[in-house]
């Protein structure tokens, strides 16, 4: 389970084991392409679930399933029924969690989030599967804190919703950092910090030094 609030501003990208980030680009490259999109479309995350075969359900959902179901075939599921609960109370500030039930795997989230924090909560937990954590989303109990697991999922979810390649790409039309949130349905917070932490407008100025570039609005 994630912390709570933008995770991205927690993370260290340095303590990222050598050649995670190149790889994290192709991954988000390479689902788009699977997805026939391009690096400057969004990847919705359900659509990415759905390719990976993972099915995508809200903790006030999961909570009704429970309700209507799990008390006839369990009696005493008072203590299941008080950790949905928990978990589904706007003061727990509970994100998302991957698990399997069965032979499913699932993502479970949470509704009451805004459509951009979902996308991003939905994808963090999408990038600890995709790295095989052991011992964490492919568990059934709550995931244990891995800080190296945890820089990974937040630096890979990121990615795969806002690859470089498309980032770039969009800064050089001249895109503000709105149009780019808009665009990859992020938060601004999230098109902020990936266009700062990977250096873009430096670069593009650099590339742009000895010619007139285009105007970069960084609104
Ligand atoms: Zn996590």
Not at 31 to 43: E, F, G, I, P, Q
Not at 52 to 58: C, E, G, Y
Not at 103 to 123: G, K
Request: hydrophobic share 35%; glycine share 4%; with cysteine.
């Amino acid at each position: 389970m994630p912390l709570p609030g933008e995770m991205f501003y927690r993370m260290k990208p340095n303590s990222l084991r050598k050649g995670f980030k190149p790889q994290a680009e192709s991954i988000s490259l390479d689902l788009r392409s699977r997805l026939n999109l391009k690096a400057t479309d969004a990847c919705p995350a359900r659509q990415v679930a759905h390719l990976l075969q993972i099915q995508v359900v809200s903790i006030q959902m999961l909570r009704k399933i429970a309700e209507q179901h799990l008390t006839i075939e369990f009696p005493n599921s008072a203590h299941l029924d008080t950790s949905l609960k928990t978990l589904e109370n706007r003061d727990t500030q509970f994100s998302a969690m991957a698990t399997i039930i069965g032979e499913h795997r699932i993502i479970i989230f949470n509704e009451l989030n805004s459509i951009a924090r979902q996308e991003s909560d939905i994808m963090h937990e999408l990038a600890h599967v995709i790295c095989e954590h052991p011992g964490n989303c492919l568990s059934q109990k709550l995931r244990k804190y891995d800080p190296q697991h945890e820089n990974e999922a937040i630096w890979l979810g990121a990615t795969i919703q806002i690859p470089e390649a498309g980032l770039f790409q969009l800064v050089r039309e001249g895109r503000t950092n709105q149009q780019i949130a808009d665009n990859y349905g992020s938060s601004l917070q999230m098109a902020t910090y990936r266009r700062n932490i990977l250096g873009i407008d430096i670069r593009i100025s650099r590339s742009n030094k000895s010619t007139t570039g285009p105007v970069i609005n960084k609104a």
